[in-house]
């Protein structure tokens, strides 16, 4: 996100965006107040943790969420990543493919992407504007900071661990189905409730508190965009285990339960929604009571969903009795 400038003039429609709308944002010395073609991070001694994202139209947004929900989440799915691999942030670049320069929505997307990159330390060093005749799509890549080799893998799952997760899952899944209509957001007639399924979907709540303590505890873990079965399944399939889950113990918010109570949707299609941005993790037995305390010092809720196993075979979800729940699909996938 360079800007050329000639004679104390923007040389292009393209600088002249850049220094408009993000120029304020670039306060880090190593953005170089986006005059160079490039950005710098100091070195710390720590080892840098790269993620990138990609938040499409109609595919990860709706053509009509606000901007500033965009701006959030196509960062804060970053910050989630960065999150659970144990890593604090240090920085990003963004690069944003736009149909037209409009100011109506570029000003309040910028405003909100400065208000978060702020919060939680992650200031913007760079990046690309494009211009595009498809949907609009905002690409960051996300750079944290972990001590060195503290990363934390997929990898690390053993047999006789617990599987844990944060927060609570479905909620986004459902708050796509508020805002498509339909029997969600039929039944959803408390506002408050509707609203905060909404808010789930369009601005995710990445657990940067948590990457410490992430890394303190856990074996393995992942955060969880394309469903919390199937991002489980890929945890253990890296990690060469199985694992056996209680579905009644992944963790409903309120608004969930209830339509869960009702009977219209049950819980299969929660696990399997997306869009959650929790953490799921693996941790010794005797890891969880030190790992729930600190994270409830952190101000998050975690809950226990089951136990890893021996074995190469898909992750199982059993209900209250003990029998197979069989899923129809995993998660969302884009292809």
Known sequence: MSSHVASGKPASGEDSLIARYFRPLATDPGAYGLDDDAGALKPSGDDIVVTTDAIVEGVHFLPDDPPDTVARKALRVNL????????????????????????????????????????????????????????????????????????????????????????????????????????????????????????????????????????????????????????????????????????????LSGAAQDLVSRGVVGRETLITGGDDYEILCTMAEERVGPFTQAARHAGVAVSSLGAVVAGSAAPKFVDGQGREIVLERLSYSHF
């Open 80 to 251: 989630s990543d960065l999150a659970a691999k144990g890593a604090t942030p240090a920085g990003f670049v963004l690069t944003l493919a736009l149909r037209s320069a409009d100011e109506a929505w570029l000003k309040p997307f910028a405003m909100a992407l400065g208000e978060d990159a702020s919060q939680f330390g992650c200031p913007l060093l760079g990046g690309d504007t494009v211009s595009t005749p498809g949907p609009l799509m905002v690409s960051v890549t996300a750079f944290g900071r972990a001590p060195p080799g503290r990363m934390v893998h997929r990898s690390g799952a053993r047999v006789g661990e617990r599987v844990m997760v944060t927060g609570t899952i479905g909620d986004a899944a459902l708050g796509l189905a508020v805002l498509k209509g339909g029997k969600v957001h039929a039944a959803t007639t408390d506002k408050a409730a509707r609203d905060a399924l909404v808010g789930r979907y369009r601005v995710p709540q990445p657990r940067v508190a948590l990457a410490e303590i992430i890394r303190d505890h856990a074996s393995a873990s992942m955060d969880v965009s394309d469903g919390l079965a199937g991002d489980l399944t890929k945890l253990c399939g890296v990690s060469g285990v199985s694992a056996v889950i209680e579905l009644e113990q992944v963790p």
